[in-house]
């Protein structure tokens, strides 16, 4: 599907998508800032692993080019990143957009955590397992680790087991990319914050290299919204 989105838009080459596996990394280099660095390269993946190297703003793009083919009303103005209601207009109320879109941080945890339980990992545990996560499982020192294997790249999705939700990967494997900005929580107790100050977009989850630390549903990162992160992807959401 991305990979439709990106020839649609001439960011692909129809070279690229009869290749082995037609990654974004074939039509966006990485960023200069990963030189020497080595993710996973397109030879490396299939076509069922994450797909990365993708900023917020690629992903927003391809929200509003899913939510037009799907006949919905787009959810993002991609010039500011700011969400649109079901008539266009700027909102801060999630429920008011009706088009695909990125979850916000809030979202996104709520998920991880299995609708709001008390766990530490994507996968609804409190202890991180090379054969439950992609992670980096062979080295740390921490008392919710037991140490195992490193796969040391990304795996296709269905690899390991999925939360009680059903939802794949949400610690480790990819970074993924959340729909509001990265800032410091409030004193008090929020629902579902939307938020929009700031220059870096909040990105969750961990991924495939990172240790036990940086896989636990309350980790966070963050990156400038026109960053393609090596390690970042996305998934997106609907509200009803």
């Given at each position: ?18 290749s082995s596996?037609p ?6 280099p990485?960023?200069n800032a ?7 390269l ?5 076509d ?5 190297a ?15 083919r ?41 998920a ?29 020192e ?6 195992g294997e ?10 390991y ?17 959340a ?5 410091r929580?409030?004193?008090e ?12 977009h ?11 630390n940086?896989?636990?549903?309350f ?11 090596n ?10």
């Open positions: 599907m991305l990979c439709c989105f990106q020839r649609q838009l001439g960011r692909i080459s129809p070279k690229s998508l009869k596996s990654s974004v990394y074939t039509a966006m990485l960023p990963w030189a020497g660095y080595s993710p996973p397109p030879n490396q993946q299939s069922a692993d994450p797909v990365m993708i900023s917020p703003n690629d992903a927003m793009a391809y929200c509003n080019w899913h939510s037009v799907t006949e919905t009303p787009i959810a993002y103005d991609l010039e500011t990143g700011d969400i649109l209601d079901e008539n266009g207009n700027l909102t801060l109320d999630t429920t008011a957009v009706k088009g695909y879109r990125l979850p916000t941080e809030a979202e996104w945890e709520y991880a955590r299995e609708g709001g339980r008390k766990v530490r990992f994507g996968n609804g545990k409190d202890v991180a397992k090379s054969s439950e996560i992609n992670f980096r499982g062979d080295e740390g921490y008392p919710y680790l037991e140490l490193y796969a040391g790249q990304t795996k296709p999705v269905g690899s087991p999925p939360n009680k939700l059903g939802l794949y990967d949400m610690s480790g494997n990819a970074w993924e990319w729909s509001d900005k990265y800032a929580y409030e004193s107790p929020q629902v579902n914050p939307y938020i929009t100050a700031g220059g870096m909040a990105a969750r989850g961990g991924r495939w290299g990172d240790d036990a940086e896989i636990r549903v980790h966070r990162d963050s990156y400038p919204r026109n960053d393609r992160c390690n970042t992807g996305f998934r997106i959401a609907k509200s009803k």
